[in-house]
């Protein structure tokens, strides 16, 4: 007799050791899909020696050598997903995901399978679960398609999130399809109107992918596109992997940042291209411990720290490190933004062998970010300090100055070190000057353009106390 669904979950939680079926099938180690590759050629890191093989016969100094840890895989299809691209298969990955994060083996997998499309509505994963649960994405997952099938009463800023999750993995050679362009052209978004002008506002758009308050996070080897606003973001996280994702949207979509982390900590972004219509990484308030490398991005608007202290709040981040890494046709290069009236810093900040093709504002530091022309001058900011730009070449879109560094009038950027520039434009033989306003540091080498407009020394400030450097 075939054992109902509701009664195979119950199973799965109590006996999950001795599951027989497929969802729950014993496999000695899991093998990644074959599709999974590094994108990009910049700076590989080594490639790890292969794991030594066990000792036959299974005996070491008098004791047998340990078998290998099994995994049960709860795979989607035996919870009842269809996978045909319009079924709702919501419930089937809810009922694999319980089943799976309360399996008490050392590794469980949830699985979408290849060749598969599942419609998943906006869902929260919850944990805690048990250490070590791998969700594998092979197929394709995508939202409602576009505002007017998302579900009533539901939050729109929000597709899938991971919450209160512990040594996790979002991994495989799967899509996420955020299906991302009726959400674009809802008339509060930025966008072309049929007279040719544009439109500003607005509006509620989900975030793709959502960790919130989650530690020891990995996410590997996906391929994420169209997301309705950001691709994927993580807040209030720590101890984050994310590696030899593609990630790819429209240039002129907007607000799809490709990876934003806020108040985490302990953040490795390796090995991975997007090309968007925003930030390709964006690093928010409450942000330290930060390696990016080996990311080729754009076109989009670079690699930006920002905007912080909007609405005069306080934002501090250090200890930021981007290298070996490409932007090209891209808005920006490297940013820092930061509105005026926040407090708080950036600090400790390196930015290291990156190669711009075509950007239009390679290196740009704005302490006026504003999104309408009436933004008021205010007299704190975040104090900018410590800042090293180091073997940054390549060439920029004339439109722009090369190097734009708009520091505070009463908090002024200071220590910011510059070595080995060469930026050269895109077009034609002539060399724009840089564009420096109450920025201090200095040039350890000669720099292409020079570097004249930046002030030697340490700035003086009128009121001391509205330097907070956290």
Known sequence: MTLSLSFLLVFAFYSCPFFTSTEGRV???????????????????PVPAPAPQATSPSYIAGFPTPEP???RVFNVLSFGAVGDGSSDDTQAFKMAWDAACQCQTELSVLLAPVGYSFVILPTIFAGPCKSGLVFQIDGTI?????????????SKRQWLVFYKINEMSLQGGGVIDGRGEKWWNLPCKPHKGM???????SCDSP?????????????????????????????????????????KAPALSPNTDGIHIENTNNVHIYNSVVSNGDDCVSIGAGCHDVNI????CGPSHGISIGSLGIRNSRACVSNVTVTDSVIKHSDNGVRIKTWQGGYGSVSEVTFNNIHMDTVRNPIIIDQYYCLSKKCANQTSAVYISDISYINIKGTYDVRSPPLHLAC???VPCSNLIFSDIELLPAKGQFVA???????????????????????EGIPRFGDQTIVDQC
């Open 27 to 45: 496999v000695h180690g899991l093998t990644k899909h074959k599709h999974l590759h590094i994108v990009s050629q910049i700076s590989l890191p």
């Open 69 to 71: 840890s099994p995994t």
């Open 142 to 154: 995508v939202p409602p398609d576009g505002p007017e099938s998302w579900p009533t009463k539901t």
């Open 195 to 201: 007279n040719g002008r544009a439109l500003l506002g």
């Open 207 to 247: 975030v793709a992918i959502r960790f919130f308050m989650s530690s020891n996070l990995t996410v590997q080897g996906l391929i994420a596109k169209n997301s309705p606003q950001f691709h994927f973001r993580f807040d209030n996280c720590q101890n984050v992997l994310v590696e030899m994702l593609s990630i």
């Open 293 to 296: 490398r080996n990311i080729t």
């Open 408 to 410: 505070s009038d009463s």
């Open 433 to 455: 000057d840089p564009f420096c306003w109450n920025a201090f540091g200095d040039t350890q080498t000669v720099t292409i353009p020079p570097l004249s407009c930046l002030s």
